[in-house]
């Protein structure tokens, strides 16, 4: 099936419209949990890195640089922190203890899925302010988001 110009546009205006509704969305929820978390904030970078070591666990220092688009000192630094939290903790590779690799704590899983339920209930009780039409065409984007989401992980 060939493009059509009409079907360039719309996918020129879904690709704005998602670049510009997604951060808003992204920052309402984190500034709702953050009132709601009853723990101290950590900040985006050490949030990323949770978030990958979570992920990801056993990752080196190396590799979670990489995929964070940091310098391995930074991440460095990032580690240290989170480690002084309780939140992270690194293990020496066996066969070569100049490399750690990173895991996250029950208490960095624990905090993790707390702020996660924060995020769900808060969309949750928006997504309850939408029509039933709205609700529903919300819900079978899903599939597709997640499809694009899962593209862009593979282009790297």
Do not use: W
């Not at 991440?75 to 590779?93: C, P, T, Y």
């Not at 993790?112 to 309850?128: D, F, I, N, V, Y």
């Amino acid at each position: 099936m060939l493009d059509s110009p009409t079907s360039g546009r719309q996918n020129d205006h879904v690709a704005s419209v998602l670049v510009a509704v997604l951060p808003v969305l992204n920052r309402v929820l984190e500034r709702r949990v953050a009132l709601d978390f009853p723990h101290p904030t950590l900040s985006e970078g050490q949030l990323a890195l949770l978030r990958l070591v979570e992920e990801r666990a056993g990752i080196t220092v190396r590799d979670a640089a990489d995929a964070l688009l940091m310098k391995p000192n930074n991440v460095s630094a990032l580690v240290s922190q989170l480690a002084e939290l309780g939140l992270l903790e690194r293990r020496r590779d066996v066969a070569d203890k100049r490399v750690a690799h990173l895991h996250p704590t029950a208490l960095a899983a624990e905090r993790l899925a707390e702020a996660q339920g924060l995020k769900e209930a808060h969309m949750a009780r928006l997504l309850e302010t939408l029509t039933d039409g709205e609700q529903d065409a919300l819900g079978s984007a899903c599939g597709a988001l997640l499809a694009l989401t899962r593209r862009f992980y593979s282009a790297d």
